[in-house]
């Protein structure tokens, strides 16, 4: 069984930047799909960014396009989130999420809609001044 561990989750202030980091347990992710998603308290769990395994598509939701950046390491072994400019809005518990299918050209950012198939415990995020 895949397992998925994030990594990287802290403290910042508005306008700071934190990196995560998502890897598997015993696997290489160089053939997987990876997914971030948040989740704060009391709502519901969000897409945030996505990267497809073949070409790289990505996609982001509106609120975190142009100041998150997806991407695996040359390997594929490792896959980061790096946000800048972090809002206080940002806090939450980040996922880690990976899947074999989403190949080329698309990524799901509604997992109740297209489901990724392991997911890591998560790792929390807080912006506060």
């Known amino acids: 069984q895949l397992q998925v561990v994030e990594s990287g989750g802290g403290s910042a202030q508005p306008g700071g930047s934190l990196r995560l980091s998502c890897a598997a347990s015993?696997?290489?992710?160089?053939?997987?799909?990876i997914g971030w998603f948040r989740q704060a308290p009391g709502k519901e769990r969000e897409g945030v960014a996505c990267?497809?395994?073949?070409?790289?598509?990505?996609r982001y939701a509106d609120s975190v396009q142009g100041r998150f950046t997806i991407a695996k390491d040359n390997a594929g072994d490792t896959a980061f989130l790096q946000m800048n400019d972090l809002k206080p809005e940002d806090s939450g518990v980040y996922y880690c999420?990976?899947?074999?299918?989403?190949?080329?050209?698309?990524?799901?950012?509604?997992?109740?809609?297209?489901?990724?198939?392991?997911w890591g415990k998560g790792t929390l995020v807080t912006v506060s001044s």
């Open positions: 990267i497809s395994s073949v070409d790289a598509y990505t």
């Open positions: 999420a990976a899947d074999l299918r989403y190949r080329q050209g698309w990524c799901p950012l509604r997992p109740t809609i297209a489901p990724w198939a392991y």
């Open positions: 015993g696997f290489s992710l160089d053939n997987y799909a």
